[in-house]
């Protein structure tokens, strides 16, 4: 079945830290792949997305992910993190000609001082 | 306003109650979704409504009924809930429904289930 594994439920990480979150998606067609950002009390919001070309794509709020085929990853990074970073992020998967988008379980980002 | 608002945001029941969900978006998509976020668990899909259409109904239970009277509104119609389903309900909308689009969410209703 398609899946969607983030393998950290949580992090800490300092403020001026730098920050990579990790996902990795079960094999499948061509996928479509996203970062989505859920801070308290809001809805989730689209951070990048890659489709396809360049495997490095930037986002939002000056985050970055790398596509890696041969390890089925898209792993989120940041040079440095800011307070304002902390919330959860999610990734999401789909496949060609679908419909249906499936979500990891999120990793919830603390920063600290 | 603008983008996906939804109402109420906070909402307690009992499990005899019924009560909807209500979502709009006010960014001319074609597809809408409903999706429960639990606690450490992924976000589960429930229903995708593509031109006031259901296109996907991910196995929900029947105590559940989605209504999408025109593509800027959709409904989420609640009876005889049980505490299990005390969660956050998120509603989306997205361009066409697409694998490659980007999804809009509101900020979600807290569900509590007495």
């Known amino acids: 079945a398609q899946s969607v594994t983030q393998p950290d439920i949580h992090i800490t990480v300092s403020e001026g830290a730098s920050l990579e979150l990790r996902c990795n998606y079960s094999?499948?067609?061509?996928?479509?792949l996203f970062w989505y950002v859920q801070s308290p009390g809001q809805g989730l919001q689209l951070l990048l997305k890659?489709?396809?070309?360049?495997?490095l794509v930037q986002g939002i709020k000056g985050f970055e992910a790398e596509f890696k085929r041969s390890q089925s990853s898209f792993n989120l990074r940041k040079p440095s993190v800011h307070w304002s970073d902390a919330a959860e992020y999610f990734c999401?998967?789909?496949?060609?000609?679908?419909?249906?988008?499936?979500f990891g379980a999120g990793t919830r980002l603390f920063v600290k001082a | 306003e603008t983008g996906v608002t939804q109402t109420p945001r906070h909402l307690v029941m009992g499990m005899t109650n019924k009560k909807s969900l209500k979502c709009e978006q006010h960014?001319?998509?074609?597809?809408m979704y409903w999706y429960k976020q639990s606690a450490k668990k992924p976000l589960e899909l429930m229903f995708v409504?593509?031109?006031?259409?259901?296109?996907e109904n991910n196995s929900v239970p029947s105590r559940f009924s989605p209504e999408c009277p025109n593509s800027s509104h959709l409904f989420l119609h609640l009876h005889t809930l049980q505490p299990e389903d005390s969660a956050l309900y998120l509603c989306?909308?997205?361009?066409?429904?697409?694998?490659?689009?980007?999804?809009?969410f509101g900020p979600g209703t807290r569900l509590t289930v007495l």
């Open positions: 989306a909308s997205s361009p066409q429904g697409q694998g490659t689009d980007t999804q809009y």
């Open positions: 094999y499948g067609a061509t996928p479509y």
């Open positions: 890659y489709f396809s070309g360049d495997t």
């Open positions: 999401a998967v789909c496949y060609t000609g679908g419909f249906k988008t499936i």
């Open positions: 960014l001319g998509h074609n597809a």
């Open positions: 409504y593509s031109l006031e259409e259901r296109v």
